[in-house]
């Protein structure tokens, strides 16, 4: 089984947004990242999306919300400041269902740290950049092998 964590498609600066950080789009790189995500989960069949509630991370989401005819669903557990704890649990939840979920850059590290922790094998740091993904491989419930894929340019 495996899990895709993703860091949100590019933003823009949040300095230059005037409203609310949570209704921040994507920008038109961060369109074309959320756009390729569909190569990077490839032929593996999704069974389940879950974001933050940030409409930048529900905009990534977007295009494999359309590939596999699903909803994503929104967590605050995977918004700004979320409890560790909580946000791993749901995390982890996903292994049945080859699932997404898609955060921010104060989240993602922390997770995964944690996965690490667990147990966890990587090809190299822990690293997060917007619009990455972190394909996750899971073997009897707990975390295998990670694999990072960097953001399309």
Known sequence: MTIFLIRHAHAGK????????????????????????TAVVGDIVVGRIVSSPYVRCMQTVQPLETKFDLTIETSDAFAEGADDEIAYRLLLALNDDDGVVCSHGDVIPRLLRRLVADGMDTDGSLIDQKGSTWIIEMRNGRPFHGRYVPPSK
Do not use: T, V, Y
């Open 14 to 37: 949040r300095s230059e947004w005037a409203s609310d950080d949570r209704s921040r789009p994507l920008s038109d790189r961060g369109i074309k990242q959320s756009q390729a995500l």
